[in-house]
């Protein structure tokens, strides 16, 4: 199995979390957790829709 590129995208931001906390924790700054929770969600958002076929997603659109 070869994953799509939607994939990849979304594995590597759930990777990155262990480092967002660091980040986080070294600079005292709990917005950064805040922002890639956001970011994460909505990156999950338009892997569901592409899965589900919900709307009018392209691959496009995920990355601009």
Known sequence: Y???EIEK???K???NFESEIEVAAL???SSVLAKF???LATKFHKFYAVFTGA???TLHS???
């Open 55 to 57: 709307g009018h997603f």
């Open 27 to 29: 600079n005292f700054d």
């Open 9 to 11: 995208i979304l594995i």
């Open 62 to 64: 995920f990355f601009s």
């Open 37 to 39: 929770a956001i970011d």
């Open 2 to 4: 070869e994953f799509l």
């Open 13 to 15: 931001s759930i990777v």
